[in-house]
């Protein structure tokens, strides 16, 4: 059973940027789904970026386009967000998820997801 463990949150200015990590337990291969969730006080879980299967194509909200980058260091078993040009409304608990069955329509939707990290608190604050 895979394990994730989160890290690198904390509290920035608006415009600043953070770079999250999150650790897995066993290699990030093929069919694994990677993926960054975030949830903000009193709201839903909302899909921030994936990575379908190992494949070549990051999948990205548009809130966070062009702003935040999912990418993986193999050797490592780790992947990352950066995160740049933050606003107070990406202010949440960022959570990492994996699963090894998950269709691509299914790629936004958090209930789908077998493994999650207990995740890392990211604050933009002036």
Same mark, same amino acid.
């Given at each position: 059973q895979m394990q994730l463990v989160e890290s690198g949150g904390g509290s920035v200015p608006p415009g600043g940027s953070l770079r999250l990590s999150c650790e897995a &337990?066993? #290699?990030i291969v093929y069919p694994y789904t990677t993926a960054w969730f975030r949830q903000a006080p009193g709201k839903e879980r909302e899909f921030?970026?994936?990575n379908? #299967?190992?494949g070549g194509n990051i999948y990205y909200a548009d809130s966070v386009k062009g702003r935040f980058t999912m990418s993986k260091? &193999?050797?490592k078993n780790t992947l =990352?967000?950066?995160m740049n040009d933050l606003k107070p409304e990406d202010t949440a608990v960022y =959570?990492?998820?994996a699963d090894r069955r998950l269709i691509l329509s299914s790629l936004r939707v958090s209930a789908q997801y077998d493994y999650w990290g207990r995740g890392t608190q990211v604050t933009? &604050? &002036?």
């Open positions: &337990s066993e #290699r921030v970026a994936a379908w #299967r190992n260091d &193999s050797a =990352y967000l950066q =959570y990492c998820a933009v &604050s &002036s």
